[in-house]
């Protein structure tokens, strides 16, 4: 009896890190969730229109597939004239309409990913701020562009994150500086992490966990999904420490001047395809780099009847967003209109209250302090023993 008392207790006490799911989007109902940009690229600066819902749906940029699968993708059929009647090109850019907050985990499971010479496609994050970027944070999950072969990670947030080169994360670090354009990025040294690699590889999981002691992403071609992420439902828990192995980016939250999440509010998740444009993409030498004639981004790609966009596109299985607070969790009702409770403000009041502890009242509570981490490495290790 006390045994099983103890045994249930160390259950609940061991389920430190498990997230529950929040919502799925997926099938059918996966656009439900989402607003469509509806304007320029107006963050990049690309050669495209974002298109809105009706005009995506119409013109088969923004649809399911019979295997329920969800797909958004450029414009691969108008013929866009050179010269004085160039137009941009069609694309989709979808932004969630739920704002997470800290602690939440998300999830991507994708068969297909877009690729190709000019196209700069990305699944990222960003904290609605009225100070100018990126006051309120960016995460980018999935980046690349061109006919590059591995994905690009980065943190982006205002003066004060420097990540250390080795941070534990397994990608190589190419920049610390959050606060710079390029952002804290880490390139993804694993394979089949972009482009035409992923897809023939049949793609692949990111996963993306906000956490107290920072931000941590992750990816597995399809063959190494974990099993506790390949054998979930939509109504599973997660565990990031059971078998998910090491992350490829780790961004603790030490890495900043105060914590992490004092720069990035609750985030909302984007999905987008742009072309060329003045960054990256477009920028001659970075586009030559991987495609013919560096002048040519716009001329070679966009201009003409749109055939070299047919790998252009997104293809996903599922995206599912899991929290940490199992209050929370248990509070929401997943459906079409959930909606989670959280300020969408440009303060960080929706974040938690993760500032440094006051110095002279952590003296105060050193020998408390000592103790209560004692028990939790016991308590840990008793846990490890369990799983
Ligand atoms: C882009 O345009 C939209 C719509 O006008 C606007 O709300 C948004 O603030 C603009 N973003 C940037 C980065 O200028
Ligand atoms: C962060 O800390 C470093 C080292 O102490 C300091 O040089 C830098 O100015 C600080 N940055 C901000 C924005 O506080
Ligand atoms: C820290 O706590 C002390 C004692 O409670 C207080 O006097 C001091 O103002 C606090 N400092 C800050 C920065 O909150």
Redo the contacts with the bound molecule.
Sequence with gaps: MIFTILLFSFHTLCAFADYYPLREYSGSEFFNGWEFYDYVDNTTWGNVLYVDQTTAMNQGLAYVTDDGHAVIRVDDQTYIPGGWDFTNRQSVRITTTDTYPFNTLVLIDLVHMPYGCSVWPSFWSFGPSAGEWPAGGEVDIIEGINLVGENQMALHS???C?QDRDNGGLGDTIERDC?TPEGCAVREKKANSYGQAFNEAGGGVFALQMAPSGFYIWFWSRDDVPDSISGADSKSTMDTTKDWGTPSAAYPSSGC??TLWQYFAPQQLVLDITLCGMYLAGIPAVYGATCDDQYACVTDNIVGDGSNYAEAYFEIRWIRTYTGDKALALSSTPSPTFTLSVPTSSTRTGAPSMTTANNSKRRHHTSGFLWRNVLGILLVSFCVLLS
């Design positions: 205002t003066e004060g420097y606060s001047n105060d």
